[in-house]
């Protein structure tokens, strides 16, 4: 089974810019959340599509936004970019097994650089 | 919000000692606990996790504990060896409808042989 898959796997913008990216979940899950991951911030939550709605949002501005679609691939836009946007932005698929278990997998994430 | 403060920042041991990592968290509505393991320039894996309901958790050579009361909860791994060196989150959230993770700063393992 293939795992999950994100493009591109490096980017580089400039401010003012916007990006847009993408993420392929293991066939099967339909939950896709996005994390962005930076030295100074750590982890953090962007958020999670589940069945193409947006079931949960964490603490960013407007300018990030995302979709997923009917196959449950998702994609996020981040627009007028700014330096600070300057991230390994992950994505994770998630299942819950029938037994109430829940299962995570990460993609290899995207890494942004805005100059 | 959700608070988590995850310690040490950093930790190493030697091959075979056991390692511990805690977390405290602030929102006694958190009821999902997860812990991942990244491996220097990997993705991070979701390796343990536990739920309010259930006080400890074992893998193999991990275990997770979860205290309510105190609002803490730690990973335990045993018999440590080279390949257990990685940063090591927690998180904490409510699941169900509204999942919003907070991540921990994480702990840097070091395992040496």
């Known amino acids: 089974k293939a795992g999950v898959t994100q493009t591109p796997r490096y980017l580089i913008k400039t401010r003012g810019q916007q990006v847009t990216l993408s993420c392929s979940p293991i066939s099967g899950h339909r939950s896709v959340s996005w994390y962005q991951q930076t030295p100074g911030q750590g982890l953090q939550f962007l958020f999670e599509y589940f069945s193409e709605t947006q079931r949960n949002k964490g603490n960013f501005p407007g300018r990030f936004s995302g979709r997923q679609f009917s196959n449950s691939r998702s994609e996020m836009n981040v627009s007028t970019l700014e330096l600070g946007d300057s991230a390994l932005y992950l994505c994770?698929?998630?299942?819950?097994?029938?037994?109430?278990?829940?299962?995570?997998?990460f993609g290899p994430g995207t890494r942004l650089t805005v100059l | 919000g959700e608070n988590v403060e995850q310690h040490p920042s950093t930790l190493s041991v030697q091959e075979g000692d056991s390692a511990v990592i805690k977390c405290t968290y602030s929102?006694?509505?958190?009821?999902?606990f997860p812990w991942y393991k990244q491996e220097l320039g990997k993705r991070p894996q979701l390796i343990i996790d536990i739920r309010s309901n259930v006080g400890e958790k074992k893998d193999q050579r991990i275990a997770v504990t979860l205290n309510k009361t105190a609002k803490h909860f730690s990973l335990h791994i045993t018999e440590t060896q080279p390949e257990d060196s990685a940063v090591y989150f927690c998180a904490a959230g409510s699941s169900g409808g509204s999942y919003i993770p907070t991540f921990g700063r994480g702990t840097s393992l070091i395992v040496h042989p």
């Open positions: 929102d006694s509505a958190s009821n999902y």
């Open positions: 994770a698929s998630s299942l819950v097994l029938g037994t109430g278990e829940h299962t995570q997998y």
